[in-house]
């Protein structure tokens, strides 16, 4: 029984293949929709840098204060744990900040989008190599590449990026993914 790189025998290896091609097949509307969608996106954010990343920020900060002020409320009705508070007046806190001083919160926010990338490059990277027997699994793993490749530039050019060039890395990765669901069920086609 030959076994493959992966340790899987080569029977099981095409089995996994095809159902894979048989998920991706059952499921294309999905696929496509959630890869333009995902296109789309990257486009409109692509034509609006600084107010892509500016509003990314602004988003966070107002769910740290809408959920921590939930937290507060149930906190308190429960009479929970300290901690809860705690968490609660921690969430709050940022969350003001974030409003209130939106644009020197960016700054730290390059540093958490180079964080989220890197992990999410490597995840995109085991997910290509998940895909691997399906045909089209080299754009999920150039997807991950150009994601990894994104967080490094973050990483060295930082902190003299400015909110244009943060606009456009989330621009760039959501194009890529967005790209890689499509290409990947265009190729798993009948």
Known sequence: MPFTKTGMTTEGFEALGARIRQELQAHRGKYI???TLFVIAGILA???PAATALNVELIVGAALLLTGAFQLILTLRAKMH???LASACLSIVMGVIMLWQPLPILLAFVTLLAIFMTA????ELMLAIQFHPARGWGWMLFSGI????????????FPTLDVLYLGCMISINLVFYGLSLLMLVWKAAP
């Open 33 to 35: 929709l959630q890869g």
């Open 46 to 48: 692509g034509a609006f």
């Open 82 to 84: 300290w901690w809860s």
């Open 120 to 123: 999410e490059g490597f995840m």
């Open 146 to 157: 150009v994601t990894l490749a994104l967080a490094a530039i973050l990483w060295i050019g």
